[in-house]
């Protein structure tokens, strides 16, 4: 990891670099599917909206914001209130620097603190590896303890291509 990395709490205030980094994701790559990048604005509210089973936190390398990671409602059922979704981005240029090990780390003390036992992560995975999509998250997250437990076959298409969706999970 490195020395003058922060993590913190999401504020509205980070909207627009949280924006920024999306967008960049949406637009390059078919690691998300979403096909159009969304605003400030929608990300200020569910920065808002969070509560401690759900938090929302910024990376900054030496001052200057390098991702995020956040923790989402799994499904709107109470029954599954002890599961989240999570979500990361990193700035493309500090990939691979243990930011996002932090980043899960600190998610997954805050979640255990807060009672969730189950983390789950819904990854796009590439038949074949291009240059939108490679099985570099599926290995991050093997790497931190999360297994593949279903996978949905062809189901995204983004660029003209075809992608596979895995869901992946670990048990606290």
């Known amino acids: ?16 670099a949280i924006a920024a980094l999306f967008a960049h994701y949406v637009e390059a790559t078919a ?5 159009h990048a969304r605003p400030p604005e929608h990300f200020a509210e569910l920065i808002s909206d969070l509560d401690p089973r759900h938090p929302f936190l910024v990376a900054e390398q030496d001052g200057r914001f390098a991702g995020y990671a956040y923790a989402a409602r ?3 059922q109470d ?11 990193l700035d493309p240029r500090l990939t691979r ?21 189950n983390l789950y992560a819904c990854i796009a995975y ?3 590896a291009d240059e939108y999509l490679d099985e570099g998250s599926v290995a991050f997250h ?12 062809a189901c995204g298409r983004k660029f003209g291509r075809t992608y596979d969706m895995v869901w ?5």
């Open 1 to 16: 990891m490195m020395a003058d990395l922060t993590i913190r709490d999401a504020a509205p205030a980070d909207a627009e």
């Open 31 to 35: 690691i998300t599917f979403d096909c």
């Open 74 to 76: 799994f499904r709107p």
């Open 79 to 89: 029954a599954y209130d002890a599961c989240v979704e999570l979500s990361i981005y």
């Open 97 to 117: 620097a243990g930011i996002g090990t932090a980043l899960y780390g600190e998610l997954e003390r805050r979640l255990r603190a807060a009672g969730v036992t």
């Open 126 to 128: 590439p038949l074949i």
């Open 142 to 153: 093997e790497r931190l303890g999360f297994e593949i437990i279903g996978r949905f076959y």
């Open 168 to 172: 992946m999970e670990k048990l606290l």
